[in-house]
């Protein structure tokens, strides 16, 4: 049960990472590559706003604050600042963000690792099942569902984020029916580095705040969407969770040094046999 | 006469090129250029940030009393990154492009060892201050020496006899990395342990890994008494509170990697009586007493710059070697010529520890005294085993 809970919170830090790169991609066509660097500076925000505070909500807004401001930063360069026709301008300018919040971080704060306490409920356990289970795990799969069914109200029922859906579709055909292409753009950009931001926060009590602790998480995230369906919002939370349960139960089976082996063994087998993702129904058309 | 004129003009040119050929590497009248490759970025970097500030206040010290029979001396820093490649490109720049006199080899095992064939063909002095493989002193090499760390078999010995002694484990949990050290050092601490007696099983991570929990189950499961970590020092701040979470009560020890404040800060209340050691000598650097007080005094006086989370064990380590290199370059006097260099490395440092002799009394004496021979350059054997209570690591008597 440890083990299951375990890999599970891990796997929906991850989810919280590929929904975010996933609603970012299906927006603007752009993969976000610093999306783990949000998530690594808003960490560090969280880091220093709990020393300082101990309200709980002010140390989630400031450090989800960072991330929306992240995810802004992020919109600019790939749409305001570099040439909108070139879709590979856009995702090097993300990958120049990634290496500038990174580098930067090292210079201010070296490699050695920040303490970060666990947000709200400290570092407990609770019974459950018969089991002594962290209390954050918990949690950290908790508000990853919670967040998931949040993105899915908004963009299914609300106004706005059908709007955001059909400029994903179509920016034309949107702009045609009067949605501001560019604002909803920034939204969906806003929203994916909240998403890093959450992250942020739940992951920093368990592995510590360092520099390069995005590059650590983004690659398993940006696995567990390609395996999930790189379009699907449900793909990218089942391919995170699965991901996680994977690596942890690798780890037993194969030991620490093969889990990278066996992850990208089974991550190469389901694209073998769903090439388009596991919730990504490839489209045909008549012709 | 057009004849002798031009042979006029070549015995001069010869004359000429034969004495700058026979010029010493890295020392003109004024300075001494010392070469150090260490790890300024990567994973590591926290061990060359460390070393570089503890160089630096050396080289500060010593410049300000006048530098060395006149000289002064000049450090050429190069990033390794803490890679195998890394460490070729930088021995080469430094020996090859920047003709340094002495090369401080301030870098991990993984960038130390790839270089070792080079300065064995070139004869350069090679001085390595932390690299812990067994293959750096695994050959005798008449140009290389370690100065603060020693080998893994030697602090392996150490450690497993200090496990053994002290808690006596049925059941060792050993945690290995995929660093150089690790890899060398863990099976011979496991056979050791086992000689006395404990069944013991490793399991692997990757360094960087954040999420532990595959490994601490299989170790919960395995119910040991003493949990032996090995690898870096940021991962020791992950396993540490990922072990005690689980609800492990069992014994931690880690390799001394891990003897750096940054576990105790990182890990908080799970490095609450957890074991490391540290060759760095009987004075921890958390301790602002005694010697330790005056060489972290001295930093604020030479307004030496020191980076996020340093000083560092490393700082200390680094500091102490570099004035065994400055003794002996002392005891060379004004014909400084790198055989006579070694020579009094081999001959002349004894015991030595830089505030402890009167040409040195400026410096503060930290670190285990270094010792060479002509047919031994491992100049430090000792380890000085740790423990934390309250976040700060106090010398286990």
Request: glycine share 12%; hydrophobic share 45%.
């Amino acid at each position: 049960m440890n083990l299951l809970f375990g890999g599970l919170a891990l796997g929906a830090v991850y989810a919280l990472l590929a929904i975010g790169v996933v609603l970012i991609f299906r927006a603007s066509g752009v993969v976000n590559f610093a999306q783990g660097e949000l998530m690594m500076v808003s960490a560090y925000v969280y880091v220093f706003v709990s020393q300082h505070f101990s309200t709980p909500l002010l140390q989630l807004g400031v450090a989800l604050s960072a991330g929306l401001l992240g995810g802004l930063l992020c919109y600019c360069v790939a749409h305001i600042l570099l040439p909108t026709g070139s879709k590979i301008a856009q995702v090097i300018g993300t990958l120049a963000i990634l290496i500038l919040l990174q580098a930067s971080a090292r210079y201010l704060f070296t490699d050695v690792p920040l303490r970060a306490e666990v947000w709200i409920f400290g570092d407990r356990n609770v019974d459950l099942f018969g089991n002594s289970l962290p209390i954050n795990s918990i949690m950290i799969l908790g508000i990853t569902l919670i967040s998931t069914v949040a993105i899915f109200y908004w963009q299914g029922l609300t106004l706005y984020g059908r709007a955001v859906r059909a400029v994903a579709e179509d920016e034309w055909r949107a702009a045609l029916c009067g949605i501001h292409v560019k604002s909803t753009l920034a939204v969906s950009w806003a929203v994916g580095g909240m998403l890093a931001g959450l992250a942020g926060i739940l992951i920093s009590p368990l592995i510590g705040v360092f520099p390069t602790m995005g590059d650590s998480i983004l690659l398993p995230a940006l696995i567990g969407a390609v395996m999930g369906g790189f379009s699907s919002i449900l793909g990218g939370l089942i391919g995170g969770l699965a991901l996680g349960l994977i690596q942890t139960y690798a780890t037993v089976f194969f030991g620490g040094s093969m889990k990278e082996v066996i992850t990208f063994l089974i991550f190469i087998a389901v694209m073998l046999w769903r090439p388009t993702g596991l919730f990504t129904v490839q489209r045909s058309r008549k012709v | 006469m057009k004849t002798f004129r031009f042979f006029s003009a070549f015995s001069l040119l010869s004359l000429f090129n034969l004495a700058f050929a026979q010029s010493v590497p890295g020392v003109t009248d004024t300075e001494v250029k010392i070469g150090v490759h260490l790890s300024l970025s990567g994973p590591a970097s926290f061990v060359g940030q460390g070393a570089k500030v503890g160089i630096a206040l050396a080289q500060a010290e010593i410049n300000a009393k006048g530098g060395i029979n006149g000289r002064k001396l000049v450090f050429n820093f190069v990033d390794d990154r803490g890679s195998p490649d890394g460490g070729v490109t930088a021995a080469r720049k430094l020996v090859d492009e920047e003709n340094t006199f002495v090369v401080l080899g301030s870098g991990t095992s993984s960038s130390t060892v790839p270089v070792l064939p080079y300065f064995e063909r070139n004869g350069v002095p090679y001085y390595v201050s932390l690299a812990s493989d067994p293959q750096v002193m695994g050959k005798f090499r008449r140009n290389v020496y370690s100065g603060a760390t020693s080998t893994q078999i030697v602090w392996g010995t150490s450690m497993a006899k200090f496990v053994n002694d002290n808690f006596k484990p049925k059941r060792v949990a050993m945690m290995q990395c995929d660093q150089a050290h690790c890899i060398s050092g863990v099976p011979l601490v496991k056979g050791m342990l086992q000689t006395g007696g404990a069944e013991v099983s490793v399991f692997t991570y990757n360094s960087g890994d954040t999420d532990f929990t595959g490994q601490v189950q299989q170790i919960k499961s395995f119910n040991p008494d003493v949990v032996f970590i090995y690898g870096l020092a940021a991962d020791g701040g992950r396993i540490l509170p990922q072990v005690r979470r689980a609800g492990i009560n069992a014994i931690i020890v880690g390799d001394p990697a891990l003897g750096d404040p940054s576990v105790a800060r990182v890990a908080g209340s799970a490095a609450e009586n957890f074991y490391t050691f540290w060759s760095g000598g009987t004075q921890f650097i958390d301790d602002k007493s005694g010697p330790m007080g005056q060489w972290l005094n001295a930093l604020d006086k030479f307004s030496i710059e020191r980076p996020a989370n340093t000083p560092n064990t490393y700082s200390t380590m680094l500091y102490a070697d570099v004035y065994v290199i400055a003794e002996a370059i002392r005891l060379a006097g004004k014909n400084l010529t790198r055989d006579a260099f070694m020579t009094n490395l081999d001959t002349k440092i004894n015991g030595f520890v830089a505030g402890k002799t009167p040409e040195w009394n400026f410096a503060s004496p930290v670190g285990f005294p270094r010792t060479f021979s002509p047919t031994d350059h491992l100049g430090n054997r000792s380890l000085q085993a740790l423990i934390s209570v309250g976040g700060v690591f106090k010398p286990v008597k």
